[in-house]
């Protein structure tokens, strides 16, 4: 079946560490984007990709990094300079158009212990 | 600048009762687009309808209906008979110039049994 894969689903890292954050889809879609979500707030954008080898940083960019090697993947790395970093965090694809909508993973809930 | 309001942060009905949820938005442009998706407690987001700006056409799909009224710049969904697996949060988002999804807060809705 076509969709978008989050893994891990749940994640654990020691303050000081990275650690990256898998997203893949097979539906063909050109645009890529990941979103951190906190308790009770909506969705802010990190980093997006409209096309391969190339992204752009969102609102909230510091602290992470990504890669669009590949059309089906968009790995995020949440670095040691991410200060709070414990969220949930969604990837989602687009065909790319402003009328097409967004397609999401079903997240990665991330924890700093 | 663009922006997505959803005033109301959570809702609580007991089932069988209707609801809407609000939305109001701020865009300068002639042409857009405007989303709704459903967030399960699973995590994943969900769409659920998409309208442009040309069409305010109401719309109903079983017991889901929204009103997108340009005047009011609003773009209501409204749930009839709710049940309990409607409880969800709920958001609603605008597509900007720049492609990218512009996101309201999000509404909470508990349908209680």
């Known amino acids: 079946d076509g969709g978008i894969t989050q893994s891990p689903k749940y994640l654990f890292r020691k303050e000081g560490q990275n650690v990256t954050l898998s997203c893949e889809q097979n539906?063909?879609?050109?645009?890529m984007y990941w979103y951190r979500q906190d308790p009770g707030q909506g969705l802010r954008l990190i980093y997006y990709?409209?096309?391969?080898?190339?992204?752009q940083k969102g609102d909230i960019a510091e602290g992470y990094s990504v890669s669009r090697e590949k059309k089906e993947s968009f790995p995020l790395t949440v670095t040691s300079a991410q200060k709070n970093p414990t969220a949930f965090y969604l990837c989602?694809?687009?065909?790319?158009?402003?009328?097409?909508?967004?397609?999401f993973g079903q997240g990665t809930r991330l924890t700093v212990v | 600048a663009q922006k997505v309001t959803q005033a109301q942060t959570e809702i609580s009905v007991v089932e069988k009762e209707d609801v809407t949820l609000d939305c109001v938005y701020e865009t300068r442009d002639t042409t857009y687009y405007l989303f709704w998706y459903k967030q399960p407690p699973s995590g994943e987001l969900v769409f659920l309808i998409r309208?442009?700006?040309?069409d305010e056409q109401n719309e109903i799909s079983g017991r889901y209906s929204w009103n997108f009224q340009k005047s009011t710049s609003s773009f209501n969904f409204t749930i009839t008979a709710s049940q309990v697996v409607d409880s969800a949060v709920y958001f609603c988002?605008?597509?900007?110039?720049?492609?990218?999804?512009?996101w309201g807060a999000g509404t909470k809705l508990i349908i209680k049994p």
């Open positions: 309208r442009n700006s040309f």
């Open positions: 990709s409209q096309i391969v080898n190339d992204f």
């Open positions: 988002a605008l597509v900007d110039s720049n492609y990218q999804l512009i």
């Open positions: 539906l063909n879609h050109d645009a």
């Open positions: 989602a694809s687009s065909a790319g158009q402003a009328n097409t909508e967004a397609f």
